[in-house]
């Protein structure tokens, strides 16, 4: 007879190489792979934000210096024109301007 005390039961066995040959790897597998993709999503956003915030910078620059120069050649206009004329200046800068940033 074998004496039972050397050698662990099957069943034993077998749950421990399940566990920690199988379970425990594949486990710590998981952990890695979310680690990476949590890092990557959070670079791509962080890209995205600067993208997005430089290209809302760069349509204010625009429309900040598309300001200046209509106050410009309204200036121009008034120093050098009647009031008259500068009334009729004004009306199509404004509608200029409107028609430039999309209102109606």
Do not use: W
């Not at 106050?71 to 409107?98: C, G, P, Q, Y």
């Amino acid at each position: 007879m074998v004496n039972n005390k050397k050698f662990p039961s099957l069943r034993k066995v077998i749950l421990r190489l399940v566990l920690y040959r199988l379970f425990v790897p594949l486990l710590i597998l998981g952990l890695v792979v979310m680690i990476g993709i949590s890092y990557l999503g959070k670079e791509n956003l962080k890209i995205q934000q600067y993208q997005i915030t430089q290209s809302v910078a760069q349509i204010v620059d625009h429309h900040l210096d598309q300001g200046g120069r209509i106050l410009d050649a309204v200036d121009r206009v008034a120093e050098s024109s009647e009031t008259e004329d500068l009334h009729i200046f004004m009306k199509s800068a404004s509608k200029s301007l409107f028609n430039h940033a999309g209102c109606s």
